[in-house]
């Protein structure tokens, strides 16, 4: 099952030097880099990659919203809002603004399932919580509890598609 995905590698991991270990994680499993290149996206680009969509909005809501519920934390006093879409519009906003602050990495992986390995690879969202030997995992321990109260984005280092569907339209937007 020949795949292509895409994968960004986000400013912050970029300035903490770990692009060399990050790609060399995806080669070593046996993904092809297909296509790469460095550049500073401009907001267009990412308000298209992460559009306005009230599921993705309600899905980073979300997970706010379960962090803070398992530290018993008070999100009103931190972020002013407890709804779900408005918090996914505040993170959306962050995100923005991060994806754009410096060069960023984006890149092309072909293989056998290439969608599904490179998740596996990447790990889960919030890195506090995500897998050791996942790069999210191994490289940090940022959480929404910590990160919104400094109101940014979660710095987790990495995007991958999702889908194969998610995939092929990120493919045709960044390349
Ligand atoms: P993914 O990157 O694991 O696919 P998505 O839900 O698609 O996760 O979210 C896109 C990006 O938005 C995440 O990688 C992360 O940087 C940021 N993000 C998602 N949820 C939160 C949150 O609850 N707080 C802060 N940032 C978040
Ligand atoms: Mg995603």
């Known amino acids: 099952m020949l795949e292509r995905t ?13 692009v060399g270990e990050i790609i060399s994680r995806f080669e070593r499993i046996g993904l092809i880099l297909d296509e790469m290149k460095l550049l500073i996206p401009d907001e267009q680009i ?23 519920q398992k530290f018993q934390l008070n999100l009103m006093d931190d972020l002013g809002t407890v709804d779900v879409i408005e918090i996914g519009k505040i993170i959306r906003k962050w995100l923005i603004q991060h994806l754009t602050s410096g060069p960023t990495i984006a890149m092309i992986l072909s293989g056998n399932h290439a969608v ?8 889960s969202t919030i890195p506090l919580f995500a897998e050791l030997g996942t790069i999210r995992g ?9 990160s919104t109260p400094q109101k940014r984005v979660l710095m987790n280092l990495v995007h991958a598609s999702e889908s194969l ?3 092929n339209r990120e493919i045709n937007l960044w390349f």
Do not use: C, M
């Open 6 to 18: 895409l994968v960004l590698i986000k400013p912050d991991a970029v300035q903490r030097g770990l």
């Open 46 to 68: 990412v308000k298209k990659h992460y559009p306005d969509d009230l599921n993705w909005l309600r899905n980073a809501g979300g997970k706010t919203i379960e962090t803070y």
């Open 116 to 123: 599904e390995v490179t998740r596996k690879i990447v790990g």
């Open 138 to 146: 191994d490289f940090s321990i940022d959480s929404p509890d910590y």
């Open 165 to 167: 569907s998610e995939a």
